[in-house]
Each structure stands twice: as C-alpha cells, then as structure tokens.
C-alpha cells in the first residue's frame, strides 16, 4: 500500500471505499473500526456525517471543515469529528493517516 505502515498493517485486508485514488487497510474491531488510509491523488470528500471520527495525520495535508470550521491538519496533528457533526474534506496527494471509526460497520472489507 505504501512505505507509512509496516508490514503487519500492510497484511491487513483492505477497506471498500466510496472514492478511487485511496489505497487503505481495515482493522475491524467488535464496536469500531481503525482504517489504515493512503491518498493517492487529490481527493474532495462532499458533506456527510456519522458516528464519532478521530483521525491522526502520518504525512501530507487535508484541510477538513468539521461544523462549518476549517482545519488545516499536516502531519503530527490530528482531529477529531463528534457523531452526528457535519463536515467535508479537500484530502491532497500524499495524504496519508490512521481513522478510528466509532462505529462497526462505517467501512466494508473489501471483497476481490
């Protein structure tokens, strides 16, 4: 997937995700999931919301608009996202990052 993660992350199967250019890998726990995310082109996420996000940036730059305020997160810094808080994404290429997911099923595992 990419040089961020180390081979045990690599390993893990990968996540469906609604957008192309996003190479990713899926930790699936009993409540939540952890995706494993690597942009591979430019990539603007519309408006939507869901259960609780928290989202730690490993390299590269998303600006994310969480409630209708702008974040410019590079890497080191992280966010987080309450349930049910609108917000929407410009994810730049290289991006790459570490999503936990309070919900079981916001992404599938991807079937090949």
């Known amino acids: 997937m990419t040089?961020?993660?180390?081979?045990p992350i690599e390993n893990l199967p990968e996540a469906e995700v609604?957008?192309?250019?996003?190479?990713?890998r899926l930790l699936q726990g009993k409540n939540h999931q952890i995706v494993f995310m690597k942009?591979?082109?430019?990539?603007?996420?519309?408006?939507?919301?869901?259960?609780?996000?928290?989202?730690?940036?490993?390299?590269?730059?998303v600006d994310?608009?969480?409630?209708?305020?702008?974040h410019s997160c590079k890497k080191?810094?992280?966010f987080y996202i309450p349930a049910g808080?609108?917000?929407h994404a410009k994810?730049?290429?290289?991006?790459?990052?570490?999503?936990?997911?309070?919900?079981?099923?916001r992404y599938k595992r991807k079937l090949h």
């Open 39 to 61: 942009f591979e082109k430019d990539i603007d996420i519309p408006e939507h919301s869901h259960e609780s996000q928290w989202e730690i940036v490993i390299d590269g730059k």
């Open 18 to 24: 609604p957008f192309d250019g996003i190479k990713t």
């Open 91 to 105: 994810v730049y290429k290289g991006y790459s990052c570490i999503a936990f997911f309070n919900e079981r099923q």
């Open 76 to 78: 080191g810094d992280n």
């Open 3 to 7: 040089n961020n993660f180390p081979e």
């Open 64 to 70: 994310v608009w969480i409630g209708g305020k702008l």
């Open 85 to 87: 808080v609108k917000h």
